[in-house]
């Protein structure tokens, strides 16, 4: 690095500019002068320098749209005139909650983000115990539980769609082997919602796992070995030592998930086959998210899709209010 | 990875036992099965795919049926446009969150932690609120069916400004910092020479997570392109699963086909993705 810098460095001493000849001394205190007036120039608004592209691309593809979605949820604003903007107050707002079709999917939402996530941790928390064991090719199972990470919607969701499939699926298949009757797992409220849940599991549980070793292994040995001491089992050891100090991760893991089953769009979509963006026949499991774009893209209102997405940001908050409580509640318990 | 506790952490006194691996292996099967499934109903033909019992191995279709699923739904033009796209995303946000990251976690400036607060509080907003403007900006610019209508809106990350700072507060010795400027370096010197070679190993987790994250992307890019247009992989196999092509195992070799550069990559790769994301998870 130092063979890089210029010759005559602001390092040097005062002495060394004392011993110079004095015309010499005049002209290099100019140029120090010059050089550490650069510097200080420098120092001070390189920081803004290197932040910069940030916060621009965020204030022009981040905050100037969020901030627009409202405005526009106030407006009357169809998809092939997105100029053309009528103002109508809070009349998308107020034929929300009108409208069953968003507490349908409002519902939808709800049940399929709890019988994706719950499970979907649960798991994640004891495959990550057993990959925390001395394992022979721990590497291998750890890249295995992270593939499905990789995969993206759409090509799961339609590997699913034929797994699932009522007459020819192999799941139906396997079922029938153990004496049920085919499922039609597409059109039953409860049997699609379960198996759109299936695809989110599938992708999330290997990466929430990892989540969770990464974390045990920040435990420190002494807890367990004064647990054995105790007289602890390793099934003891899991509950009392492992989950508690795993808190800190499992809420986190619990407010990304939520929000991603908040956000849930690619799977219900995808799921309906070739039928669109209504979530099934009876819109059973359509998504909020779905439903956005059904109203945006299919119907043509966006100002409504606007008031849905604001509707879906009210909703994130209560719920991240709600975890915040639950947190505080859990930690002033421990 | 290579912590000297690691002998010592938690669990690591217990050596798995049987249990343990037979649990570990049906999980594995379960993670893999519809991958491999996915070969082999993209190697079998329609009529085979609609019979009891389905198919549990390979037939002799594939080619075929990838022949098929590039030309038919244009998958050769898509994964090009995947590539591009994710690969713009992955450089800008390595390039913009470590000098973002940098800055942040060694420079001294006004309004730095107000600054970092709104880097972290932007993680939390959901993308769905932006898609309505978004949409009308790139429609008035003239941008729809453009690629980067898909690039410039995921070209910076707050995820990956704050995986770098984190990585770098404790990676990159001030005392380093501050010896390069005693010698007469400039901030960009700072960075080309001290920054980006000790921040290379986590600029390169963060490069494959965001390619990952890219490549996958969904939601914003099936509206901004259409299948007609210029579509990204994602797009265009919704197009198949939409029944253009009512082929099933053609629609699984187009799925293959969008998955197989990814699986690529984590048998390559594989451990790096795994110590990325564990390392962001214990720092995050």
Known sequence: MASDAPAAAPSLGEEGAALRPPEKAGHDERRR?????????????????????????????????????????????????????EWVGLRNFSRLLEDEFFWNALQNTVTIGLISTVPQLLIALGIAHLLNYR???SMFFRVAALTPYATSVAAATLVFV?????????????????GF????????????????????????????????LAAMQAIPNDLYESAALDGASRWQQFLHVTVPSLRPTILFTCVVSTIGATQLFGEPLLFNGGAGATGGADHQFQTLGLYLYEQGWVNLHLGRASAIAWAMFLILLVIGAVNWLLARRLSKSA | MTNPLSAKRAGRQFHGGRITHAVLILFTIGSLFPLVWTAVAASRNNSRLAQTPPPFWFGGNLFKNLEIAWTDANMGAALLNTTIVAGSIAAGTVLFSTLAGFAFAKLRFRFKNLLLLLVIGTMMVPPQLSVVPLYMLIAELSWTDQLQSVIL????????????RQYLVGALPTELIEAARVDGANSW?????????AARPAMAVLGMLTFVMAWNDFFWPIIALTQNGSPTVQVALT??????????????????????????????????????????????
Do not use: C
Not at chain 1, 53 to 61: H, S, T, V
Not at chain 1, 182 to 199: E, F, M, P, Y
């Open chain 2, 153 to 164: 809106p995921t070209l910076v990350s707050a995820f990956g400004v704050f995986f770098m």
């Open chain 2, 189 to 197: 010197r700072v960075v080309w020479h001290i920054v980006f070679p």
């Open chain 2, 239 to 284: 197009g198949l699963g939409r029944g253009y092509i009512p082929d099933q195992s053609v629609i699984m070799a187009g799925a293959l086909l969008g998955t197989l550069p990814l699986l690529i990559a984590f048998v390559v790769f594989g451990k790096h993705i795994v110590g990325g994301i564990m390392q962001g998870a214990v720092k995050g």
């Open chain 1, 162 to 178: 034929l797994l699932f499939g009522r007459d020819y699926g192999m799941i139906n298949w396997a079922l029938g082997m153990v």
């Open chain 1, 135 to 137: 394992l022979r090719g």
């Open chain 1, 33 to 85: 002068a010059r050089r550490s007036r650069r510097y200080r120039q420098d120092v001070r608004w390189s920081p803004y320098a290197f932040v910069a592209p940030f916060f621009l691309f965020f204030l022009a593809f981040g905050l100037f749209p969020l901030l627009y979605t409202g405005w526009a949820s106030l407006h009357r604003v169809e998809l092939t005139a997105p100029t053309d903007m």
């Open chain 1, 181 to 212: 009757d085919h499922i039609d797992w597409q059109n039953g409220r409860w049997t699609s919602q379960l198996a759109v849940s299936t695809i989110v599991i599938w992708r999330w549980t290997g990466y929430n796992a990892l989540i969770y």
